[in-house]
T-cell receptor
Framework: GNSVTQMEGPVTLSEEAFLTINCTYT??????LFWYVQYPGEGLQLLLK?????DKGSNKGFEATYRKETTSFHLEKGSVQVSDSAVYFC????????????FGSGTQLTVLP | DAGVIQSPRHEVTEMGQEVTLRCKPI?????LFWYRQTMMRGLELLIY????????DSGMPEDRFSAKMPNASFSTLKIQPSEPRDSAVYFC??????????FGQGTRLTVV
């Protein structure tokens, strides 16, 4: 079946540090890949997505590239801010007619001033 | 649009009681999803609907859980009887054919 494996947290960084959160997936065909962010007490919000190999999703300074050869979709940001503190989820949606998302376990990020 | 609206935001109930969680999807979205979030198991899909019809309920943990979508603007998730292990945050999400999923703020359920 489909699965997503995410880098274990929690991750604590100083402001302006470089961020990488690793994500790898297992799926047949060509899934779509997503990063969602969850701020305390809130629901999940889409951060970025990529729908085919070599696509790069980007938003709010975050980037992730869909790597078919390594089945990865690592999240990066060059300079994190305190306001980026949240839980980050990597997810996939299988190709074909399926619409549901399969999520990774989530990575808690804390950015210190 | 106000987004996906869930109610209540918090629910505390005693073991054995019936619990009903409610969701109003974004207007025009024809897919609706119920997810459960726990520390131990992360985010799990319970069930999803397309055009008010249940498509995949394989994630529903047991017969105590049931979900309905009587019309395009309303869905319920019911637990009867509730147990302490049902304590979790329950999320509803909706999407259209070519959009990503939009999530509600969740209902935090505590069963004591």
């Amino acid at each position: 079946g489909n699965s997503v494996t995410q880098m274990e947290g929690p991750v604590t960084l100083s402001e302006e540090a470089f961020l990488t959160i690793n994500c790898t997936y297992t799926a047949t065909g060509y899934p779509s890949l997503f990063w969602y962010v969850q701020y305390p007490g809130e629901g999940l919000q889409l951060l970025l997505k990529a729908t085919k190999a070599d696509d790069k999703g980007s938003n709010k300074g975050f980037e992730a590239t869909y790597r078919k050869e390594t089945t990865s979709f690592h999240l990066e940001k060059g300079s994190v801010q305190v306001s980026d503190s949240a839980v980050y989820f990597c997810a996939l949606r299988a190709s074909g007619s399926a619409r549901q998302l399969t999520f990774g376990s989530g990575t808690q990020l804390t950015v210190l001033p | 649009d106000a987004g996906v609206i869930q109610s209540p935001r918090h629910e505390v109930t005693e073991m054995g009681q019936e619990v009903t969680l409610r969701c109003k999807p974004i207007s025009g979205h024809d897919y609706l999803f119920w997810y459960r979030q726990t520390m131990m198991r992360g985010l799990e899909l319970l069930i999803y609907f397309n055009n008010n019809v249940p498509i995949d309920d394989s994630g529903m943990p047991e017969d105590r859980f049931s979900a309905k979508m009587p019309n395009a603007s309303f869905s319920t998730l019911k637990i009867q009887p509730s147990e302490p292990r049902d304590s979790a945050v329950y999320f509803c999400a909706s999407s259209a054919r070519y959009t990503e999923a939009f999530f509600g703020q969740g209902t935090r359920l505590t069963v004591v």
